[in-house]
């Protein structure tokens, strides 16, 4: 066994072609080490490496060099997706205390075979927080401006299409996790991650930290509110 080559099986997949489901083995040797299935083949490889490693540190085989080449796998993808996130933090200012909140963020519902493991709920979370933040921002900053008017600005503000633009502007594009390539850059996408990146600096550090950051990407969308408040005045 201290020969053993450890490598990916070809992917099998299944499905419909707008959901697709790949199933993906690590091999050690002639053996099955262990078996992975997502809907994307980089997912199930993940997958499959983690339970090859889980297994081989348990026992389920006893080849340090098998232990050692799928660890390497593990690890490797692992750091190459933490540098990404990394590189994320610093273009939106944020570190963050559990990066795994920054990385459910960016799972579009393609890219999961479980819904509940996409960025759902943190968008849900985090168009929630948008929205307060927002009223609080415009409230203070238009002292004179009616209910009415203050609705207004904020509409202009929070909707899909401005989010989508920020997003693009943070090219968030680069990190979003979805099954199908050519949905990353769709605008109910982008808006969507957008919103649960917010919702993930929410949960991370709490409301301020999360204001501070949409001011900051909606900041010259609030400012012509501002300046249409002024110039009503």
Request: one cysteine or more; proline letters at 3%.
């Given at each position: 066994?201290?020969?053993?080559?450890?490598?990916?099986?070809?992917?099998?997949?299944?499905?419909?072609?707008?959901?697709?489901?790949?199933?993906?083995?690590?091999?050690?040797?002639?053996?099955?080490?262990?078996?992975?299935?997502?809907?994307?083949?980089?997912?199930?490889?993940?997958?499959?490496?983690?339970?090859?490693?889980?297994?081989?540190?348990?026992?389920?085989?006893?080849?340090?060099?098998?232990?050692?080449?799928?660890?390497?796998?593990?690890?490797?993808?692992?750091?190459?997706?933490?540098?990404?996130?990394?590189?994320?933090?610093?273009?939106?200012?944020?570190?963050?205390?559990?990066?795994?909140?920054?990385?459910?963020?960016?799972?579009?519902?393609?890219?999961?075979?479980?819904?509940?493991?996409?960025?759902?709920?943190?968008?849900?979370?985090?168009?929630?927080?948008?929205?307060?933040?927002?009223?609080?921002?415009?409230l203070n900053n238009n002292p004179s401006a009616l209910?009415?008017?203050?609705?207004?600005?904020?509409?202009?503000?929070?909707?899909?299409?401005?989010?989508a633009e920020a997003a693009s502007e943070c090219q968030?594009?680069?990190?979003?996790?979805?099954?199908?390539?050519?949905?990353?850059?769709?605008?109910?996408?982008?808006?969507?991650?957008?919103?649960?990146?917010?919702?993930?600096?929410y949960l991370d550090q709490g409301l301020g930290a999360?204001?501070?950051?949409?001011?900051?990407?909606?900041?010259?969308?609030?400012?012509?509110?501002?300046?249409?408040?002024?110039?009503?005045?």
């Amino acid at each position: 066994k201290r020969g053993m080559h450890v490598r990916y099986s070809s992917p099998r997949r299944t499905g419909p072609d707008h959901k697709p489901i790949f199933d993906v083995d690590v091999l050690i040797g002639d053996q099955v080490g262990g078996s992975g299935k997502g809907p994307t083949k980089q997912q199930a490889e993940q997958l499959a490496a983690r339970q090859a490693l889980e297994g081989l540190s348990t026992g389920g085989a006893t080849s340090p060099r098998g232990l050692m080449e799928v660890g390497a796998m593990t690890l490797a993808m692992d750091a190459d997706r933490d540098a990404d996130l990394g590189a994320l933090e610093d273009t939106l200012g944020v570190k963050f205390n559990d990066r795994s909140l920054l990385e459910k963020a960016l799972r579009h519902r393609g890219h999961v075979v479980d819904e509940v493991d996409s960025n759902e709920r943190l968008e849900f979370l985090g168009d929630a927080a948008l929205s307060l933040v927002v009223a609080e921002w415009l409230l203070n900053n238009n002292p004179s401006a009616l209910p009415e008017e203050l609705t207004t600005f904020r509409k202009a503000a929070v909707n899909n299409n401005r989010l989508a633009e920020a997003a693009s502007e943070c090219q968030l594009q680069r990190w979003i996790l979805s099954g199908q390539k050519d949905h990353v850059g769709k605008e109910r996408v982008m808006a969507g991650a957008m919103e649960a990146v917010l919702g993930a600096v929410y949960l991370d550090q709490g409301l301020g930290a999360a204001g501070i950051l949409a001011v900051k990407l909606l900041e010259s969308t609030l400012t012509e509110g501002t300046c249409a408040a002024g110039a009503h005045d």
